[in-house]
């Protein structure tokens, strides 16, 4: 009996599952045939998706009307607009801002903006982020991180719609040095806890600025370096670059493209990740030499600027010391240095 | 490669896996599975290299335009430092697929146009040339250096010239998936009947490129010959248009180059179907795309000349990849 039963249940197995092949059989065979020579003019078929994560094809430019670029202009002497290694140097002249809306705002992009206000500097929260409410990517979502060692101090700015405000503690440290060598470890934590989440483009600039005027999409790219208002005149063997052999900032004489300000530097999110672990590395490697280099994390980003080079550089025009009086070759001042008493704030 | 790996697993990994923005190490191992694409992603340290220092009140070029209003370079002689280009396209590894069609007798200039090339059309990369033709026996067998291969793909021809042109679009989108996206990290889609004279490098390599037309670079965009009539997909009313590109050089990344030449084919189609075939060809349809996706890259008509047709201007400093003269009549259709 008990043979019988199992003999019947292997039976009923074995037709079960030769239906099944014959049904997948009969399936495969229905579905129609996928391969059709390349050479015969069927586009539709060659419709596979080829877009990889996080990269955005180039959108379809909504038709505006603006002026024929002018390729065979004599040009006046003004600022050279383009690196060596071909990356734009933007100052106002050099682009369209209605062009660059059009291209840039159906891409729906967030931009980061980081800002450290340790100790004094708490006090220039309200005013910095009051201009950039107004000229800071305007019409785009914005996320402001504050890192502050008090909370409680930092104001509250009212904000445009699809901007946000985080204010983030840290810890406090005992001399400013100390604060400022620590941006570069704690714009990368940052980063990989929440900002790789949070925006697209990511700048980090100093919280004792004012914007003056508008800081747009003509601003965005993979790494973004600012040329330092003092030295943008200044041959490069008098860039206060970091001169000692033993920092892992050093520079040599024959080496060095601008002198980029520490105060303003942003990119896409992954590429200032990068960016800033590379310094704070090369930091930490100082540290455990018991070297602090010439000007602290400004001689780290430049030197890094040299190797790893930016893909665009933003004149003066973007990072300007009000003490200096404007020239005639830069048109707009669009964020600048607020006047001052150094000594009371580092205290 | 695991990204946690690449990051000395510290506890800072946990959230590089998020896909709103993948981190290097997971980007670079979906690059290596779907398929090459030229990394900007991809951390390249620059050797100490010496090269006198860029001055910031000195432009490099009075007397033309080196940047767009969109913030594309314009590449002239002069714009450029190919040493740092060089090496950071070294440091990617960066694989460069030169397309060309030698249909019928066209493979007469094959000869020319492959010698030139491997004297100066990206010396010291890697490069695949991809020969298309229908007549593979002619193809001439020309020495190669190092690092460079050629294949030559069979394909059949068209009655007409036009449709020859045409059916480049086509061809180049089908084959970008087929083999390109694995095997080049960028495509340059050239004509045939030219040849290289001057450097032609890394400089030009950028997600889209388009180059000038030598007959139009100083025309005001009324004159350009776009295609006019509404009735095309390759429209473009006369106070539209930054610059006439031509079709005959043009190229990007390989998806950005997937993209165009699927864009062009499709309007074409739409196009024959309805009857009209656009004034010039595949390049009214170029110029359209490159006009709604402006070009990351622009190159100047030092990269697209024709000494006999147009001398030999002071504006330009170099002719890098110039036009054989040739018998029109013989040649088309034949």
Redesign the interface.
């Known amino acids: 009996m008990r043979c019988h039963r199992l003999a019947v249940g292997l039976g009923f197995c074995l037709l079960v599952g030769t239906a099944l092949c014959a049904l997948w059989v009969c399936v495969e065979n229905w579905l129609p045939v996928s391969y059709i020579p390349y050479y015969l003019p069927c586009p539709e078929i060659f419709n596979m998706k080829l877009q990889y994560k996080g990269e955005k094809p180039f959108q379809p430019v909504a038709q505006s009307q603006y002026p024929q670029p002018k390729l065979l202009e004599q040009r006046r002497t003004e600022l050279l607009t383009l690196t060596p290694w071909l990356a734009p140097i933007v100052s106002e002249g050099t682009f369209n801002p209605e062009l660059l809306r059009h291209i840039y705002q159906p891409l729906n992009l967030t931009i980061g903006l980081t800002a450290f206000a340790v100790g004094k500097y708490t006090r220039f929260v309200k005013h910095f982020l009051e201009s950039a409410e107004r000229f800071f990517m305007h019409g785009y979502r914005v996320c402001y991180y504050i890192f502050t060692d008090d909370p409680t101090a930092i104001p509250r700015v009212p904000l445009a719609p699809g901007r946000l405000l985080s204010i983030i503690p840290i810890q406090r440290h005992s001399c400013w040095e100390e604060i400022s060598t620590r941006r570069m470890e704690t714009i990368s934590q940052h980063i990989a806890e929440r900002a790789h989440r949070e925006v697209d483009y990511l700048f980090c600039v100093n919280v004792d600025m004012v914007f003056r005027n508008p800081w747009g999409p003509e601003t965005l790219g993979d790494l973004v370096a600012a040329i330092h208002p003092r030295y943008y005149a200044v041959p490069r063997q008098q860039f206060p670059y970091e001169r000692r052999h033993v920092s892992t900032a050093f520079v040599t004489d024959g080496e060095g493209d601008f002198y980029y300000g520490g105060a303003v530097f942003g990119g896409r999110v992954a590429r200032v990740y990068e960016f800033t672990r590379g310094c704070h590395m090369a930091i930490l490697a100082d540290k455990a030499n018991g070297i602090m280099a010439t000007w602290q994390e400004e001689s780290h980003l430049n030197r890094r600027f040299i190797s790893h080079k930016p893909s665009k550089v933003l004149s003066p025009e973007y990072l300007w010391d009000d003490r200096k009086p404007q020239p005639a070759i830069l048109k707009l001042i669009r964020f600048s240095t607020l006047d001052k008493d150094t000594n009371r704030l580092k205290s | 490669m695991d990204p946690r790996v690449a990051f000395g697993g510290s506890p ?2 946990a ?2 896996l ?7 190490g ?2 670079r191992a ?2 290596g599975k ?2 090459r ?1 030229p990394d ?2 991809q ?9 006198p ?8 070029r ?14 002239w002689e002069g ?3 190919i040493d ?2 060089n090496e ?1 396209f070294r440091l990617q590894n960066a694989t460069i697929g030169l397309t060309v069609f030698a249909i019928k007798k066209y493979v007469v200039f094959l000869k020319l146009f492959l010698e030139t090339a491997e004297k100066h059309f990206m010396v010291g990369h890697r490069v695949n040339y991809y020969v298309f033709t229908d007549r593979p026996a002619d193809v001439p067998h020309v020495p190669l250096r190092g690092g460079r291969q050629m294949v030559v793909l069979e ?2 021809a068209s009655a007409r010239w036009q449709d020859v042109s045409m059916r480049r679009m ?2 180049i ?3 970008c ?2 083999r390109f ?1 694995r095997e080049v990290d960028f495509l340059v889609c050239a004509d045939v009947d030219m040849r290289f004279r001057d450097h032609v490098g890394v ?1 030009i390599l950028s ?2 490129f388009g180059t ?1 037309h030598p007959g139009f ?2 025309a ?2 009324e004159a350009f010959t776009y295609e006019r009539r509404p009735q095309s997909q390759a429209h473009i009313p006369r ?5 006439y590109y031509m079709g005959a050089f043009f190229g990007g990344s390989v ?2 180059v ?2 165009l030449t ?1 864009a062009c ?2 309007a074409m ?1 739409a196009d024959w179907a309805n009857g009209i075939e656009a004034v010039w060809h595949d390049e009214s349809h170029l110029n359209r795309y490159l ?4 070009p990351t ?1 622009v190159l100047s008509p030092e990269y697209m000349w024709d000494e006999q047709l147009l001398g030999w201007p002071a ?1 330009l400093r170099k002719l890098r990849y110039v036009a054989v003269p040739k018998n029109h009549r013989a040649i088309r259709n034949r």
């Open positions: 800072h990994s959230g590089f998020s896909p709103r923005s993948p981190m290097l997971s980007r979906e690059a779907a398929g694409e900007s992603l951390v390249v340290k620059l050797s100490r290299m010496l090269y220092q860029p001055k910031v009140l000195i432009p490099s009075k007397d033309v335009l080196v940047l767009t209003p969109w913030l594309a370079p314009i590449i714009t450029f430092n740092i280009l950071q394909v059949p086509e061809m989108s089908s084959f998936e087929q996206l400089e997600p889209l000038l670079y100083g005001s965009r106070d539209q248009g930054d610059f998806s950005e997937y993209r699927k084919h499709q189609v006009l709604d996706h402006k890259k504006v």
